[in-house]
């Protein structure tokens, strides 16, 4: 939610809109043109309004003369853009993965000054979508997730579509990222409001809560998170399968045994001994709420007294339900 | 097993009024040998969940045979006398048009229209309740249609996601995923398909066909070298027959 800084061609454009502005810069190429390459080359200038431009710049032969961050991310957008099927989509996704680190300060300046993307056509956000889906998936960036989450949420509150950016989102499987869709629980825009919500419904009582205020949602959000971190897993649930996705869920015995789980397949990091297995295999047979109950207590137990813990944990399972009913003073 | 809180149950001579084989068959099948009880309140509410079951069997046979082009959001397509395509690609039932002639358009002038497989999925439950309601009915229960992937979907539909349910049945909606999609054409990272019955799915864009080709058909669209296979989800989206039951029957 940072403020990204303009130049003075994203001003023209956004006061006085895309012809004004590119009848501005075309006239500008004719009568300055070392005026016009010093205002393309301004290191804060939105790749939205580069994007305008191009066509003008390569009519007069000037994009050889753009630094070469810019040069690279108008090379990149040539080979996204348009229709990319079979072979050509393949060829083009190996070639941004070769070229690896090299194209991600071009990527990333793409993306995160992608907006505002009113005024552009769909083949546009198309190419934002491919290039956060490559920064993510092919290059496994994590580091600009702020900046997409802030496009996912710019874009959501234009009613544009959003799906393919959050899905490349969420593939980044990275949950600590979450901590992004939780601050907007707090937003003033209520459209940042509702797509947070959605988009954190695996989170119990966050979805359709209009109860409590977004600060105390998102407080109980980060502290939920922190809870069950350890345990937390991707399930590939995405909006095309269906419109409130489930995208994380709680590995329940992983909970119960106190072993973290890979967030990828929600299998535990570290192989269970046999006791474990035998614990593992009674607590499959146990219907589900018993099994919540037991996780949350086992978890409870374990980070307040491990001592006690272990002592609980090699009980038969219906004595550990006894006991944990009676130190929770409810029914297991 | 089938349940009816009504009465008692009498499974034969249920299953005898449909032909072995048909899905029909298969739903009621699947729905009585299940370990999970099936609870309905009455015969009349079961019929019905299998007529809408077997409408949406329909509907997806008639929109493959029709040939709706496969489109992605950003280049979707419809015909604009019945429809206003919305900026993200969805398209909104226009003013002073009637919602069955709209969604009956679309199987009939198919050619003007292009869209992405779970807004198909979508046009086929509103066609299927087209059917089964009949057009008066239909116009008055839907007056403002959004045709737009899961999104703003009507409530009286009440499509939901079911997770590691007892049984699938024909007419449910499945997703097969494609974890490994090559991110630059995401619109394959999975295919919504209705469940035909005898082992055969719809899927708009592929067709007809068994899982193993649509898992085939995924797999082409991964990254080079990939070596993790598209699979079936342990998933179903249904919409609320017990909703759509009630308004039928109060109206």
Redesign the interface.
């Known amino acids: 939610m940072s403020i990204v800084p303009m130049s003075l061609l994203d001003n023209v454009r956004l006061s006085n809109g895309s012809e004004y502005l590119k009848n501005y810069y075309s006239d500008l190429l004719r009568t300055n043109r070392s005026k016009a390459l010093e205002l393309i080359n301004d290191q804060d200038i939105h790749f939205s309004t580069a994007y305008l431009l191009r066509p003008l710049l390569k009519q007069r032969s000037a994009l050889d003369e753009l630094n070469p961050l810019y040069q690279k991310a108008f090379e990149i957008s040539e080979a996204?853009s348009g229709k990319?099927?079979g072979q050509a989509?393949?060829k083009?996704?190996?070639q941004m993965?070769s070229a690896g680190e090299c194209i991600v300060p071009a990527l990333r300046w793409i993306v995160s000054t992608a907006e505002p993307e009113e005024g552009m056509d769909?083949?546009y956000?198309?190419l934002i979508?491919?290039c956060a889906?490559?920064l993510?998936?092919?290059l496994a960036n994590t580091a600009m997730l702020p900046e997409l989450a802030n496009l996912i949420f710019a874009r959501n509150r234009?009613?544009?579509?959003i799906?393919?950016l959050v899905?490349?989102f969420f593939?980044a499987r990275s949950p600590e990222s979450l901590v992004l869709l939780i601050q907007r629980l707090s937003s003033p825009h209520s459209a940042d409001v509702k797509l947070a919500k959605d988009l954190l419904c695996f989170i119990p009582g966050i979805s359709g809560n209009t109860l409590h205020s977004g600060s105390s949602l998102a407080r109980f959000a980060f502290y939920w998170l922190q809870e069950n971190r350890p345990f937390l897993y991707f399930t590939?649930?995405?909006?095309?399968?269906?419109?409130?996705?489930?995208h994380y869920d709680v590995c329940k015995s992983a909970r119960y045994l106190c072993r973290p789980v890979s967030v990828d397949s929600g299998k535990p990091l570290m192989r269970l001994n046999d006791d474990e297995e035998k614990l593992l295999a009674a607590f499959e047979k146990l219907p589900y709420n018993s099994q919540c109950y037991l996780a949350d207590f086992s978890w409870q137990l374990y980070r307040r007294n491990v001592y006690q813990w272990r002592t609980w944990l090699v009980l038969p399972i219906n004595e550990q339900a006894a006991l944990a009913a009676r130190w929770m003073g409810g029914f297991a | 097993m089938i349940e009816l809180t009504s009465g008692e149950f009498n499974a034969q001579s249920f299953l005898d009024q449909y032909t072995s084989g048909s899905a029909e068959y298969e739903m009621l099948k699947k729905l009585n040998e299940s370990t999970h009880t099936y609870k309905y309140p009455d015969l009349d509410e079961l019929t019905f969940e299998i007529k809408m079951r077997r409408a949406i069997i329909n509907a997806s046979l008639d929109l493959y045979r029709a040939r709706l082009s496969f489109r992605?959001?950003?280049?979707s397509k419809c015909n604009e006398d019945f429809w206003r395509r919305?900026?993200?690609?969805g398209f909104a039932l226009k003013q002073g048009v009637k919602a069955s002639d709209a969604i009956n358009d679309i199987y009939r002038n198919t050619r003007q229209y292009g869209t992405?497989?779970?807004t198909a999925i979508v046009i086929v439950y509103y066609k299927a309740v087209l059917e089964v309601y009949g057009a008066s009915l239909f116009d008055k229960a839907f007056t403002d249609i959004v045709l737009m992937?899961?999104?703003q979907?009507d409530e009286l539909l009440s499509?939901?996601?079911y997770?590691k349910l007892p049984d699938y049945i024909p007419g449910d909606c499945r997703?097969f995923?494609n974890?490994d999609v090559?991110?630059?054409?995401?619109e394959w990272?999975?295919e919504?398909a209705i469940d035909m019955g005898n082992g055969k799915y719809y899927g708009h864009g592929i067709g007809i066909s068994d899982a193993n080709r649509i898992i085939a058909v995924l797999n082409q669209n991964r990254?080079?070298d990939s070596t993790i296979s598209a699979y079936l989800?342990d998933?179903a989206?249904r919409p609320d027959f017990g909703s759509l039951y009630m308004y039928w029957k109060n109206s």
């Open positions: 996204l990319l099927s989509s393949l083009a996704e190996s993965r769909g083949k956000e198309q979508d491919r889906a490559v993510v998936r092919s234009r009613g544009a579509l799906h393919e899905w490349a593939e590939g649930e995405s909006l095309h399968l269906c419109n409130k996705p489930m | 992605t959001f950003q280049d919305m900026s993200n690609g992405e497989c779970a992937n899961w999104q979907m499509i939901a996601t997770r997703y995923r974890p090559n991110p630059l054409t995401p990272q999975g919504n990254v080079a989800m998933t989206t």
